[in-house]
């Protein structure tokens, strides 16, 4: 038993390996920090056993909001853009009307998508109880149902994970919706600043009146040269653009940003507190 428990394990790993599930992982944490919801599609491959994963966009997962007001979902959709040719050899019963299906609403998401591509909807209602017929996986064109079978599992082929959970609905929030404010207060910032920086900071240099700086030098648009009449040698002069408190807002902002989103900053950065040193601690400490 323990050799065979071992073995599952090592084929356990190896499907992972194979499925690239650690990389899609961090595909998917960063989705839920954008989005609000990383989506994973479990499902099993068409002609064998093994599962098959993909990553699913929030936005192609639709769901009812009033359905999903305070509990879970019972029916749940995924949209898809799939091509006309494989979609008619997938069903071939209905390939008169995959290629007179609307294609209108890929236009709308991509400017130059090919004419070919049509939304395609999966959906699955889950049984009302145990053991209840009345589940129900549908695969749908615009004006078709091209598929239409019972489903008998009490859950969805997702795996959804949320950076924070909604106080109701369906649909979480992302840690970007919200830092907005503080983002917009710190792009803003950041324009002025580059702005004064660009206009102040150039090198100033004041040399004798009869004194004639070559033309190359002003094509390089390095700094101003002014003539004066006290027959001083150059002088050269760096103002400073803005005060330091200008400089301190914008990383006070980025500071409340980060204690908004309960992040540290040396986690964010990769780095390890000062007298953190031994493997225990550092994995304490995250």
Known sequence: KQRQAKQLGHFTLGVYDKLELYPMGTRIFRDACIFGDGIVKVYAEPKGQLPCV????SDDIIVDEQEARDCPPRQMHQRRWVDRGVLARLYPDHAVEIWRADSSGVRRHATRAASNMIELLESWHLPSEEDADDGVYAVCVSGRCLHRSAYKKDYFPFVVYSWDKPITGFYGQGVVEPLTLLQLDLNGINKFIRRCQRAIIRPDIYGAFNQRMPDAFFETGVGRFFQTRDGKPPTFYTPNALNAETYNERERIVQRMFA????GE???????QPGVDSGIAIREVN
Not at 54 to 57: F, G, K, N, P, S
Not at 266 to 272: L, N
């Open 54 to 57: 993909e990553r699913v966009l």
């Open 260 to 263: 908004l989103a309960g992040v």
């Open 266 to 272: 040396m986690t964010a950065q990769g780095k390890k």
